[in-house]
């Protein structure tokens, strides 16, 4: 059998099985949408917000890229960040990463990666913020854990900085912002970071970006 028509097969049984437990359950799905959260996560396959978090379709409003980046060139992002605040009002943004990510692990090397060198700089750029004190912790995985640790922190600094953010805080005390690490060798999610509408400030960052 070709892999994705197992994909397909398996999509036909998740349908049934949601009709026989509620036969309006896609009804009331195609009506709307009104998440509570937005996911800003890792593209790694192992990392799917929904399973993790055992939430349902609706519950979640998702965007992923290689290392959960916030970057203010991204455009893509910036879309999704500013429909998900200032179209469905999400109360919650969280950035998820994950230990034994590929795009961190990357970053921490100086290969020729290609195309994604591009992308890994901005990963980079943290590592090289943090470089002395990532180097005073010994064990390499140690370290490894800790810089996915550092830039999940960095993502929720800069959806800070972002102009859709400060204008929802000023507007309506919302969304909060969380940063979560997810263990992916026990399965369970970390925080690392919160930040409640109106705690954070800064003397040089309004409305950045």
């Known amino acids: 059998m070709k892999e994705y028509k197992k994909l397909l097969l398996s999509n036909k049984a998740w349908a049934s099985e949601r009709l026989e437990l509620d036969p309006t359950y896609f009804?009331?799905?195609s009506k709307d949408q009104n998440p509570l959260f937005l996911w800003i996560g890792c593209a790694d396959?192992?990392?799917?917000?929904?399973?993790?978090?055992?939430?349902?379709?609706?519950?979640?409003?998702v965007h992923r890229n290689v290392a959960n980046m916030v970057v203010h060139t991204d455009i893509n992002l910036l879309s999704v960040l500013q429909y998900a605040v200032e179209v469905l009002e999400v109360k919650h943004i969280i950035v998820c990463g994950h230990y034994n990510c590929g795009g961190v692990k990357a970053a921490m090397t100086n290969h020729d990666f290609g195309l994604i060198n591009k992308w890994l700089r901005n990963i980079k750029e943290v590592y090289e913020k943090h470089y002395e004190d990532l180097h005073d912790i010994t064990d390499e995985t140690a370290r490894f854990n800790k810089l996915v640790e550092l830039n999940v922190a960095e993502q929720i600094q800069n959806l800070a900085k972002t102009t859709i953010v400060q204008k929802?805080?000023?507007?309506?005390?919302?969304?909060?912002?969380?940063?979560?690490v997810f263990d992916i060798h026990h399965g369970e999610i970390k925080e690392i970071i919160n930040i409640n509408a109106g705690e954070w400030t800064s003397p040089v960052f309004h409305y950045d970006f």
Do not use: C
Request: net charge negative; aromatic share 12%; glycine share 6%.
């Open 45 to 61: 396959s192992r990392v799917p917000a929904e399973e993790i978090t055992h939430a349902d379709p609706g519950d979640i409003f």
């Open 27 to 29: 009804d009331n799905l």
């Open 168 to 180: 929802a805080w000023e507007k309506r005390q919302f969304p909060h912002l969380h940063g979560w």
